[in-house]
Protein backbone atom coordinates (compact mmCIF):
# COMPACT_ATOMS: atom_id res chain seq x y z
CA UNK A 1 0.00 0.00 0.00
CA UNK A 2 2.47 2.33 0.92
CA UNK A 3 3.82 4.83 2.84
CA UNK A 4 1.63 7.65 5.19
CA UNK A 5 2.13 10.84 4.05
CA UNK A 6 3.19 12.27 7.46
CA UNK A 7 4.40 13.23 9.55
CA UNK A 8 0.76 15.74 10.38
CA UNK A 9 1.68 19.19 11.70
CA UNK A 10 0.01 20.53 14.25
CA UNK A 11 1.73 23.78 14.64
CA UNK A 12 5.34 24.79 14.18
CA UNK A 13 7.63 21.70 15.10
CA UNK A 14 5.12 20.01 16.77
CA UNK A 15 3.93 16.70 14.77
CA UNK A 16 1.15 14.00 15.67
CA UNK A 17 3.25 10.90 17.06
CA UNK A 18 2.80 8.10 15.35
CA UNK A 19 3.57 5.72 18.53
CA UNK A 20 0.47 7.90 20.16
CA UNK A 21 -1.85 7.12 17.41
CA UNK A 22 -4.69 4.20 17.96
CA UNK A 23 -6.54 3.26 14.92
CA UNK A 24 -9.47 0.93 14.55
CA UNK A 25 -11.26 -0.09 11.37
CA UNK A 26 -15.12 -1.02 10.58
CA UNK A 27 -17.32 -1.63 8.02
CA UNK A 28 -18.77 1.48 6.61
CA UNK A 29 -22.63 2.35 6.58
CA UNK A 30 -24.50 3.38 3.91
CA UNK A 31 -25.65 1.93 0.27
CA UNK A 32 -22.33 0.15 -1.47
CA UNK A 33 -22.06 -3.00 -3.76
CA UNK A 34 -20.52 -6.62 -3.73
CA UNK A 35 -17.27 -4.87 -2.19
CA UNK A 36 -19.12 -3.03 0.55
CA UNK A 37 -19.56 -5.74 2.75
CA UNK A 38 -16.10 -7.44 2.70
CA UNK A 39 -13.69 -4.60 3.17
CA UNK A 40 -13.29 -2.33 6.39
CA UNK A 41 -13.05 0.82 5.06
CA UNK A 42 -14.19 3.19 8.00
CA UNK A 43 -11.69 4.43 10.23
CA UNK A 44 -11.55 5.86 13.89
CA UNK A 45 -8.36 7.69 14.80
CA UNK A 46 -7.86 7.77 18.79
CA UNK A 47 -5.63 10.06 20.49
CA UNK A 48 -4.55 10.53 24.38
CA UNK A 49 -4.52 13.89 25.13
CA UNK A 50 -4.39 13.28 28.92
CA UNK A 51 -1.08 11.54 28.57
CA UNK A 52 0.76 12.47 25.32
CA UNK A 53 4.19 13.48 25.43
CA UNK A 54 4.50 14.93 22.24
CA UNK A 55 2.37 18.30 22.97
CA UNK A 56 3.87 21.31 25.31
CA UNK A 57 2.64 21.02 29.02
CA UNK A 58 0.43 24.69 28.16
CA UNK A 59 -1.19 23.26 24.59
CA UNK A 60 -2.01 19.75 26.35
CA UNK A 61 -3.65 22.28 29.27
CA UNK A 62 -5.40 24.17 26.75
CA UNK A 63 -6.73 21.00 24.54
CA UNK A 64 -8.35 19.54 27.25
CA UNK A 65 -9.96 22.30 28.31
CA UNK A 66 -11.52 23.33 24.71
CA UNK A 67 -11.96 19.73 23.88
CA UNK A 68 -13.38 18.61 27.26
CA UNK A 69 -17.38 17.52 25.79
CA UNK A 70 -15.22 15.61 22.30
CA UNK A 71 -13.07 13.75 25.32
CA UNK A 72 -13.68 10.24 26.93
CA UNK A 73 -11.13 9.77 29.94
CA UNK A 74 -8.91 12.31 28.06
CA UNK A 75 -9.28 10.26 24.44
CA UNK A 76 -9.92 12.38 21.47
CA UNK A 77 -11.64 10.20 18.68
CA UNK A 78 -11.99 11.30 14.92
CA UNK A 79 -13.49 8.93 12.13
CA UNK A 80 -13.65 9.42 8.47
CA UNK A 81 -15.74 7.25 6.22
CA UNK A 82 -16.22 9.49 2.90
CA UNK A 83 -14.31 7.56 0.85
CA UNK A 84 -14.38 4.12 -0.38
CA UNK A 85 -10.77 3.14 0.36
CA UNK A 86 -9.17 3.01 3.63
CA UNK A 87 -6.33 5.07 3.23
CA UNK A 88 -7.96 7.48 2.05
CA UNK A 89 -10.03 7.85 5.29
CA UNK A 90 -6.56 7.30 7.18
CA UNK A 91 -5.72 10.44 5.84
CA UNK A 92 -8.69 12.20 6.10
CA UNK A 93 -9.01 10.99 9.77
CA UNK A 94 -5.18 12.06 10.56
CA UNK A 95 -5.73 15.28 8.57
CA UNK A 96 -8.86 16.37 10.69
CA UNK A 97 -6.89 15.35 14.02
CA UNK A 98 -4.50 17.26 13.59
CA UNK A 99 -6.90 20.72 12.26
CA UNK A 100 -8.91 19.90 15.62
CA UNK A 101 -5.70 19.82 17.43
CA UNK A 102 -4.05 23.13 15.79
CA UNK A 103 -7.49 24.95 16.97
CA UNK A 104 -7.46 23.85 20.22
CA UNK A 105 -4.24 24.19 21.45
CA UNK A 106 -3.99 27.86 19.67
CA UNK A 107 -3.47 30.87 21.74
CA UNK A 108 -6.63 32.92 22.81
CA UNK A 109 -7.26 35.66 20.77
CA UNK A 110 -5.86 39.18 22.24
CA UNK A 111 -8.35 41.32 24.17
CA UNK A 112 -10.41 43.65 22.46
CA UNK A 113 -10.16 47.19 23.22
CA UNK A 114 -12.60 49.29 23.54
CA UNK A 115 -12.03 52.67 21.30
CA UNK A 116 -14.06 55.98 21.12
CA UNK A 117 -16.10 56.73 18.14
CA UNK A 118 -15.03 59.16 16.26
CA UNK A 119 -17.01 62.59 16.18
CA UNK A 120 -16.69 62.64 12.44
CA UNK A 121 -18.45 58.99 12.23
CA UNK A 122 -21.56 59.82 14.97
CA UNK A 123 -22.42 62.99 12.90
CA UNK A 124 -22.43 60.87 9.42
CA UNK A 125 -24.61 58.39 10.99
CA UNK A 126 -27.28 60.82 12.64
CA UNK A 127 -27.06 62.92 9.03
CA UNK A 128 -28.06 59.75 7.16
CA UNK A 129 -30.56 58.90 9.76
CA UNK A 130 -31.86 61.86 9.43
CA UNK A 131 -31.94 61.87 5.52
CA UNK A 132 -33.62 58.30 5.55
CA UNK A 133 -36.16 59.86 7.81
CA UNK A 134 -36.79 62.83 5.46
CA UNK A 135 -37.07 60.63 2.51
CA UNK A 136 -39.76 58.12 3.96
CA UNK A 137 -41.71 61.23 5.49
CA UNK A 138 -41.89 62.47 1.76
CA UNK A 139 -43.44 58.98 0.95
CA UNK A 140 -46.79 59.78 2.91
CA UNK A 141 -49.65 60.74 1.16
CA UNK A 142 -51.01 63.14 3.82
CA UNK A 143 -50.32 66.28 2.25
CA UNK A 144 -51.24 65.27 -1.25
CA UNK A 145 -54.90 67.29 -2.14
Do not use: C
Not at 58 to 65: G, I, T
Not at 71 to 97: F, I, P
Amino acid sequence: MGHMSGPYVIRGSVVLPEAELMWRFSRSSGPGGQHVNTTDSQVELRFDVARTEALPEVWKERALDRLAKRLTDGVVSVRASEHRSQWRNRETAAVRLAALLAEATAPPPRPRKARKIPRGINERRLREKKQHSDRKRGRSGRDWT
